[in-house]
């Protein structure tokens, strides 16, 4: 089992920045993957970043530029930058981690927390 806890959300004008991270703890495996998604009302769940843990990164294009996904593997957290927010930012954030072992899949999410950009 893996436990994700987020924190950094809240309200912020657009425009403004907010910093959201993810911390990890339980079995975690060396070799693995954390993101961020997030969900808006109405809406499905989409994918926002992704950071292995060689450092390869990925970014939904409407972030890109705007957001930058960093980690630390010395704490098992993933962080997210967030500058230039735009009210269709407006969504629950969810950090993802997963891993494959031994041709295993782990997936595991948090519980989410809500980041509201207002114009």
């Known amino acids: 089992q893996v436990q994700l806890v987020e924190s950094g959300g809240g309200l912020v004008q657009a425009g403004g920045s907010l910093r959201l991270a993810c911390a990890a703890s339980g079995r975690i495996f060396n070799r693995n993957t954390m993101g961020w998604y997030r969900q808006a009302p109405g809406k499905q769940r989409e994918l926002v970043a992704t950071?292995?843990?060689?450092?390869?990164?990925n970014y939904f294009d409407s972030v890109k530029g705007r957001f930058t996904i960093s980690r630390d593997n010395a704490k098992n957290t993933v962080y997210l930058q967030m500058n230039s927010l735009k009210p269709e930012d407006t969504a629950v954030y969810y950090c993802?981690?997963?891993?494959?072992?031994?041709?295993?899949?782990?997936?595991?999410w948090g519980q989410g927390t809500q980041v509201t950009v207002s114009s």
């Open positions: 993802r981690w997963t891993a494959v072992v031994s041709a295993n899949w782990y997936e595991y």
């Open positions: 950071i292995t843990s060689g450092g390869n990164t």
